[in-house]
């Protein structure tokens, strides 16, 4: 029997299940030895059998998940509204990088308590409300990290609670600038690159800027 895909870009699967899985052929896990165990991440080595019958070995990094928010300012329909961007030194980078405020699921706390509680510990902004737009996956080659992606409106200012690691700045921005750094390739992050497009393509009137 054929089964349909449903679309990456339908609009109409938000919220039902943000991370398909019908269609991904069945691979079983023969066995898996923990390599490294760490504060954020672990390491396993996976023996598996792939869905053509052999077998192999296959390193895995399991992640608890994440959320990533963009939180609006103004109403996101506005012509030109301001959202809350952060400028934060990254290791694995060499560097600083733009973002969206995001953050690891702490434990198997609920996704949307992840994305309150990170948009407050590294803008300071509570939300009215947290519109879920879409779930990706963020390296499948060698790891499960799934981020959930969000939206923030009714936002209200606070103080921030950075971590003993985190080095970042938070920046009102406005759309139109948003769109002008993505096209200079200013942001570069994977995850806010996502939500950003993701809010152009579906939350926004007109063609994306």
């Known amino acids: 029997m054929n089964r349909s895909v449903a679309p990456l870009c339908d609009a109409t699967t938000v919220g039902r299940d943000p991370v398909r899985r019908d269609y991904i052929p069945a691979m079983t896990l023969l066995a898996s030895r923990r390599v490294h165990t760490g504060r954020t991440l672990n390491l396993d080595l996976d023996q598996v ?18 959320a990533a928010i ?4 103004d109403p996101p329909g506005d012509p ?15 560097g600083w990088l733009w973002e969206v405020p995001a953050g690891t699921r702490d434990g ?13 510990e590294e803008t300071g902004c509570t939300a009215a409300r947290l519109e879920l737009l879409a779930a990706i996956y963020t390296t499948p080659g060698f ?21 003993a690691d985190e080095f970042m700045e938070v920046h009102e921005v406005r759309w139109s600038e948003v769109g002008r750094r993505i096209r200079a390739s200013e942001i570069r992050d994977a995850k806010t690159l996502a939500t950003l497009m993701y809010v152009q393509c579906f939350r926004r009137p007109g063609p994306p800027a």
């Open 49 to 66: 059998r792939f869905p053509n019958g052999t077998e192999g070995s296959l390193e895995m990094v399991r992640h608890p998940g994440a």
């Open 143 to 163: 790891t499960n990290e799934v981020i959930h992606l969000y939206l923030a409106t009714g936002l209200t200012r606070g103080r921030v609670a950075h971590e």
């Open 108 to 120: 198997q706390e609920p996704m949307d308590r992840c994305a309150a509680r990170e948009l407050e």
């Open 70 to 73: 963009v939180p609006f300012l």
């Open 80 to 94: 030109d509204p301001r959202v809350l961007l952060i400028r934060q030194f990254r290791h694995a980078a060499d």
